[in-house]
């Protein structure tokens, strides 16, 4: 689950980040109400979306060459204007993709002086099952092209979780950021701070870009994005609560709601699968036979019709579906209990379009009488590899 940076600042400020202040708005009169609460004479004016890449984003409905969602205001009146031009607009920015995402909520903040931007991240690293801190001096807005082109200027710290963070991480961040002196030792707290906010906020990925040193010295965190594990999600209802459904795709929110795993993808073919890793099988079978999965779906362990139906009317919704493959092992399940459910939710859904089910395990037999005996035009398939054989060949004949 991502989160805003306002937010992500809320919460890191706890740990003793140092923050410059800032106010969240809603609207254009929020927006003026919170630089009247700032010192001045600079304020910045940032597009709160859950997507990076905003300073040097676009607004769909605005000139080509107008600025993008971060904006310097030196007055109220431009707060005014900047929050009047984007507040219900669309920020393009190379994370949003094409469609872009709408500007609803707006982030007021002190201006900084800035003297020098750096990059500071942690992700949990798979490879290594520990937390990589990846630093860099070429912080501020063209970061990934510093990883592409100049990658000997990213330094990454590997934390041992079980040890923690030691006095020596710090000391290679600061190093790694070739600071001395008085910001040596602040970007070895400031470090030390954020590594303690990750792992206490069950974080996955953390990245302040840029990190600034302002003009009298001080080492400032002037951009935030923060996303957590969703697994672990239970441990935080202050952090649930931050959730912005409006930030999310429609249909992963309706997911959710049922306990359905549910990511959208690009392709044509709808998948309805029980086990993470079957449907992940699946998807790649589908693209084996010369097509896309439309989605990765896992309906769980213990799916019952609710959730079949939930399912099957969520893959539906995608207009880009143009046929379904249900790839399902009955484990815990019976075949026979998912037959009838799949049955009775493409009936209450008329189904439109072709329908593959193959089913392996506890009553399978019985479980393809069901399907064979349901009137509905459904093709029962044998395994995996005649599955996606058979729902592409529908798909095209339909086309
Ligand atoms: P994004 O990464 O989405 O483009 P940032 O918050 O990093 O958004 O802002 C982009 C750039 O705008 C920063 O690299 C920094 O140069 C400038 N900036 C952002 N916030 C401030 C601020 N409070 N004061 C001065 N400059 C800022
Ligand atoms: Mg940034």
Do not use: W
């Amino acid at each position: 689950m991502n989160i805003h940076e306002y937010q992500a600042k809320e919460l890191l400020s706890k740990y003793g980040v140092g923050i410059p202040a800032g106010i969240a708005a809603l609207t254009v009169e929020e927006a003026v109400a919170a630089a009247r609460q700032l010192p001045g004479p600079l304020y910045v004016v940032k597009a709160q979306i859950h997507a990076g890449g905003r300073g040097k984003g676009k607004f769909k409905e605005l000139a080509a060459d107008a600025k993008g969602g971060v904006r310097l205001a030196k007055s109220i009146e431009e707060v005014e204007a900047f929050a009047k031009e984007m507040l219900g607009n669309t920020l393009v920015t190379i994370q949003t993709g094409d469609a872009g995402k709408q500007v609803n909520r707006l982030y007021v903040t002190d201006g900084v002086d800035i003297e020098k931007e750096y990059y500071l991240s942690m992700v949990v690293d798979r490879a290594t099952s520990r937390v990589a801190l990846i630093v860099s001096t070429e912080g501020g807005m063209d970061i990934e092209e510093v990883a592409h082109s100049t990658p000997e200027r990213i330094t990454t710290i590997t934390v041992d979780i079980a040890t923690g963070f030691q006095a020596h991480h710090g000391r290679a961040v600061a190093f790694a950021l070739k600071l001395t002196g008085e910001l040596n030792k602040q970007a070895q707290k400031i470090s030390k701070q954020l590594y303690e906010a990750f792992v206490a906020l069950d974080c996955d990925m953390l990245e302040i870009n840029p990190l600034v040193e302002t003009k009298d010295g001080n080492l400032l965190v002037l951009d935030t994005k923060m996303s957590f594990d969703s697994n672990a999600l239970y441990r935080h209802p202050d952090v649930m609560a931050l959730r912005d459904e409006t930030e999310e795709d429609p249909a992963e929110v309706e997911a959710s709601k049922y306990d359905l795993a549910y990511i959208k993808l690009d392709g044509d073919i709808g998948c309805m699968v029980n086990g993470a890793g079957l449907a992940m099988a699946t998807m790649d079978i589908i693209k084996l036979n010369g097509m896309f999965p439309a989605n990765f779906l896992d309906v769980g362990g213990g799916a019952n019709k609710e959730k079949v139906t939930a399912a099957f009317k969520i893959i539906l919704a995608d207009p880009a579906v143009k046929g379904i493959l249900v790839n399902i092992f009955g484990g815990i399940m019976k075949c026979d209990v998912i037959a009838e459910g799949i049955v009775a939710a493409a009936k209450e859904v008329n189904l439109q379009v072709p329908l593959v089910v193959r089913l392996e395990g506890t009553n399978v037999q019985q479980g393809k009488d069901i399907l064979a005996g349901s009137g509905l035009p459904i093709v029962a398939a044998n395994d995996l590899g005649d599955a996606a054989k058979k729902i592409v060949a529908e798909v095209k004949n339909v086309a």
